[in-house]
Every structure is written in C-alpha cells, then in structure tokens.
C-alpha cells in the first residue's frame, strides 16, 4: 500500500477520534442541563435535547419511547428574505433556542427577528434548521456507537440520539435515523438499537398497496439467523369529530383506538376480540357541539363574573332590539294576572324553555324554570348597566308592592330569591340598585339557573345521583368559585354530548364516562386539555357502526422477531395525514397513482428497529 494511502487512512482515523470525543463531551453537557438546550457541533449541526413528545416514534409505537432525545439538525444562516412559511417554523424554533442558550456563551446570528413582519422590512442573515444527508447521518450515528461501545470504552449512558434527515438524499426515502442505548440495573451499557424511518405520499389509492405476505417477507429478510416466527400486531384508530384535519390540537377530540394480535391482512377491520379504547377531550365552543347554545350561555354569564373584577362589561344586547323594560313590564304583567288566568303561568313557563339553549341540544328542555331563572334569560340580555338597573327596578318594586308571589327553588340562594321570599311576609326592602351590585344581583341568578340546567339533564338522564354532584353545587362558594364549578360541569356536559352525537354511545358507557369526569374534577382544575379514556367491546353496536361507516385515519401493522437481546421490529403505517411535514412528496418502492382532487390523500411510513447486545 502506498505511504500516501497510510497517512490519508491513518489522519482519517485521527479525525473520526477527535469528532467521536467532541460529540461525547457535548452530549454529556447537554445531559446534565435542561430540556431544550442545544449546541453546535462541527459548528454547522445543531444539537437539541428535546422532550418526549417531539420524539419522532412518539405516535408510531404507542408512546412506548420514553424520555427527552438528542435530535440533530443542520443549521444554515439565510437571509430572511428567503424564508417560506414552512421554514418559519424552523426559524422560531431556532429564536427559542437562543434565549435558552444564553447561559452556555453562544451567539445564534437572529439579531432582531421581532416577529414575520420585521423580517420583510428588511432583509438580513437568520439561522435555520435543516435536515442532514444519509451520509452525514450514517457518520455520526456511528460515532455515537462507537463512543458507547463497552467493548472499546466504558462512558456513561445518554439518552437517544436522532438525525433528522433530508428525504432526497437516499433512494428508500429517508427521514429519520436514531440510536437507542440499553443499561443494566448498574447503568451499564450491555446493548444498542438502530432505527431507520422512512416516508412517501401523498398517494390516492390504497389499491396497489403490499400485501401481508410480502410485508412478512421483508421483515424476515432482516432477521438473521432465519427465524420464522413473527408476531404480529394491528392498530387502528377512527377519527369521529375529524380533528385529524386540524391545523391545531385545541379542539374537541374523539378517537375510537383499537389494538389486537395476529393480524390477518392489510387494512384489517378489527376483530372483535381487539382491545378497543375511546379517547375523548371536550373543548367548549366548538360549533359543531350539541351543547354550543349552552356554552354561549356560560360565557355570558362569565362575563359579568369577570366583570365584577375588572369593572368592564361586555353587554350582548341587540341593535335596535324593542326596550327590555317593556319586555320586564309584559313579563310582570302576566305574573299579576295568575290568579284569575291561571293558563298564564303555563304560558311563562313555555316561553322560558323555548328560550333555553337546552331546547336546541338534544335533551329535553327543563320544565321547572324559577321566577328568577326566567328573569335570567331576559336580563342577560341587556344593552347596557342603565337598562339592567331599569329592570331590576321594576321587579323589585312589584315584589315589594306585592303585586307578584313568585315562586323559587329552595335550593336557589341568589339575593333576588331571598327578596322573593321576604315578599311574601310582606317585610322586603328594596336595596339600593347602584354601584356592583346590579351586575352581582344579575350574576348570582344566573349562576343559580346553570348549575340547575346541568344537574338537572345529568338526573333526568339517569348518569348520575344528586350525591355525586354535591361537591359542584356548593351553597357558600363565592360567585369565582362557582363559576369555576360550573364550567367543569360544562365540559362534562360536553362530553355527553359528543359522545351521544357522534358514537351514539350506549347509556351505561355514558354513566361510566360522566363518574370518572365527576371524580377527575373533584380533584383537578378544569384543563381543556385533558383526556378522558374509556374501554369499550369491539363487538358493541356503537363501535362496529364506525368501522361501517368510516376508514381509519391511521392503520399500522407491527412486526417483531427475537428475545431481549436481538430483538427485530418493523412497523409499517398508512395514515390520511404525513407523519412528518419535511418528508411529504416523495415516491419509493411502493408505486401508486398519482393523488387526484376529490380523493383523499394518504401517506406511508415504515420504521426498521434492531438490536444487538453488546456485552
């Protein structure tokens, strides 16, 4: 061999040493500091240590990846004149990095990247995060495996390193590739799996898919020694309120998971013996809700709480709408002619339950409206603070003048109930309408009118008891607590609702779901972002409607071969949308036809897991 052959070999060497020590001392560094530190490495990669929810298998493998990654990017200086709003994205997530990294003495070129209209003003040198080629990739993974091999040198464990590579740059289509360290109970490392995503679509057609069979094929192609014995898995997942289209994820959910064994083709319904688990989040004001009406309703009624607060409130009187006085006055009116007509109160009652947002859900509307809940639906309406005054005044001055003896709940204690009842032992007196109060007075009988309306559908509905409701209906919480009350109440509600409309669920499923609300509540703050689980039989009317009526959103077979130690996995998705945003547009070895407007486009996305023991 030539002496100038040795000496390239021989300085090739030095370097893959002296980059092997450089990324192992940044690791380290990067463990020992918080989630989302980043460092440069051979001062073009940007290094992140993210959280597990940016995990790239994070919703491939059933949230089975645990803990924060490493992920590695390339990271390019551009002029913002240049950026798309893809690369916007990428852009932020650099800006973030910056302010997390000023402890560690790094500089990333942004200067003054106030937002995306300052970038147009005037252009300028900004960093942005790219994906790397195959062969960068290859290289530092293999870094990585030699730096933590315990055969060659015995350094502490970290956690997984990922790269995110650029699709084009490989024939099978690309996009990620990672390493996973395996420890003893020590913190040894006795083992390491590799993993190679790879993404194509959009695609029109599940027609020309692969069969099982070759699927099986492939994945034994990689087991070695032979071993034919292949466990497979299938997973689904329905999608009824189709949040899968959302471009955000602050919406009501409500997704149908299913999981069995022994998978018996491609696009397999499943079976009726497969585990089958519904997954909802109620998130109020969504239009599309049964309990829309009922949620306008709240918020009305939360902006006089607020009010009270702030001292601003937002009236939700119509234009050009008749007084709300003359309404009062009729509505008086018809209270004073009760006893010689007495279809009136009938009459009052009606038009009470037309008005109600329940009489637009799917729930029978209350027949038990109070003087005071009536009135409510009148006076949240008001124009303004005179208005309200007005009316409270006219009220008040029939009830002292006993021209009215309506009735009320006992259970209703708003300070316009209480005058009610004085009315009647003729020892009322009518406070001074100024100041707060008439908001207070207005916001009290509301609150008293909800927390009925909800209690009231869940007893009549038979989900609940009026024990298990108590903790919701306290009688000396302030009107801030109550309104918190009230819309956790709201959510359940919600919840019933979605549930009803969208998977016709079955009553007893509907009182299974609505107690671990109840009792999720008692303990938590109301969070719209929390999600309820709730098993359900595959074989149940409700779940198998779905399977007729709909196409999954995401179908996945999962392939494993092997013990613990030598373990292979290969899971193969199809899914209505990409599973990663910068491999969309690609064409692999599956051939399709070409995706066409009025068809629903869909996307594949294979990944390859195996493991070696190293010790």
């Not at 306008?296 to 009187?317: A, M, Y």
């Not at 927390?451 to 009231?456: A, E, F, G, H, Q």
Request: a negative charge.
């Amino acid at each position: 061999m030539p002496a100038v052959w040795v000496k390239v070999e021989e300085e090739q060497e030095s370097q893959v040493d002296v980059d092997k020590d450089e990324l192992t001392e940044l690791l380290q560094r990067l463990k020992s500091g918080n989630e989302g530190n980043s460092e440069l490495f051979k001062e073009e990669f940007r290094i992140q240590l993210v959280q597990q929810s940016q995990h790239p298998l994070c919703n491939l493998l059933d949230d089975k990846q645990k803990g924060a990654i490493y992920l590695l990017q390339r990271e390019l200086q551009v002029l913002s004149e240049q950026l798309t709003s893809e690369s916007l994205d990428g852009l932020m997530e650099v800006k973030n990095l910056q302010e997390k990294n000023e402890t560690n003495g790094e500089e990333i070129n942004l200067e003054d990247t106030a937002g995306e209209d300052s970038l147009e003003e005037k252009p300028r040198m900004v960093a942005e995060l790219h994906p790397v080629s195959i062969k960068e990739a290859r290289y530092f993974l293999s870094l990585f495996a030699m730096a933590h091999n315990p055969a060659a040198d015995a350094r502490p464990a970290v956690p997984p390193l990922w790269v995110q590579v650029d699709v084009q740059s490989s024939r099978e289509g690309i996009c990620y590739m990672g390493s996973e360290l395996h420890t003893d109970r020590k913190g040894h490392v006795t083992g390491m799996s590799t993993f190679t995503v790879t993404a194509k679509g959009p695609f029109s057609t599940t027609a020309n898919l692969p069969t099982l069979d070759i699927l099986q094929k492939k994945h034994r192609s990689r087991v070695f020694p032979p071993n034919n014995n292949v466990v497979t898995q299938g997973f689904a997942r329905y999608d009824l309120f189709g949040t899968h289209d959302a471009t955000g994820e602050h919406q009501t959910s409500l997704l149908i998971r299913c999981c069995w064994k022994d998978v018996m083709s491609v696009l397999q319904v499943p079976p009726y013996n497969a585990g089958t688990v519904m997954h909802i989040r109620a998130v109020p004001g969504d239009m599309k809700s049964a309990a829309y009406s009922i949620y306008k309703e709240l918020q009305t009624l939360s902006g006089f709480v607020e009010g009270l607060s702030t001292g601003e409130v937002l009236w939700c009187g119509e234009e050009n709408a008749a007084p709300l006085t003359t309404t009062i006055s009729n509505f008086i009116q018809e209270f004073t002619e009760l006893h010689v007509k007495k279809p009136a109160l009938q009459k009052v009652k009606d038009e009470a339950d037309t008005n109600s947002p329940m009489h637009h859900m799917l729930f029978s509307p209350r027949k038990d409206l109070d003087f005071t809940e009536a009135l409510w639906e009148k006076l949240s309406g008001c124009s303004g603070y005179q208005e309200l005054v007005d009316c409270l005044q006219l009220v008040c001055a029939a009830l002292q003048q006993g021209k009215i003896q309506p009735m009320v709940h006992r259970s209703n204690q708003s300070q316009l109930a209480c005058l009610v009842r004085d009315s009647f032992e003729g020892k009322m007196r009518v406070p001074d309408l100024d100041g707060a109060l008439p908001i207070q007075m207005l916001a009290e009988i509301g609150v008293e009118k909800m927390k009925r309306d909800y209690t009231s559908f869940f007893i009549a509905e038979e989900l609940t008891t009026l024990n298990q409701l108590s903790a919701y209906l306290k009688t000396d919480a302030g009107l801030e607590e109550n309104l918190a009350l009230l819309h956790k109440l709201h959510v359940m509600l919600e919840m019933v609702a979605a549930s009803k409309s969208f998977l016709n669920l079955p009553h007893e499923n509907l009182r299974t779901l609505l107690g671990m609300a109840l009792q999720h509540y008692s303990k938590h703050r109301h969070d719209d972002r929390h999600t309820f689980q709730l098993p359900l039989s595959a074989g149940a009317s409700c779940v198998k409607s779905v399977y007729e009526r709909s196409q999954p959103v995401v179908w996945r077979l999962h392939q494993t071969t092997g013990g613990k130690d030598d373990q292979v996995t290969s899971v193969f998705q199809i899914s209505t949308r990409p599973a990663y945003d910068h491999a969309m547009s690609t064409v692999g070895d599956v051939t399709l036809s070409d995706p066409t407007p009025d068809s629903q486009p869909f996307f594949l996305t294979t990944v390859q897991q195996s493991r070696v023991y190293l010790t």
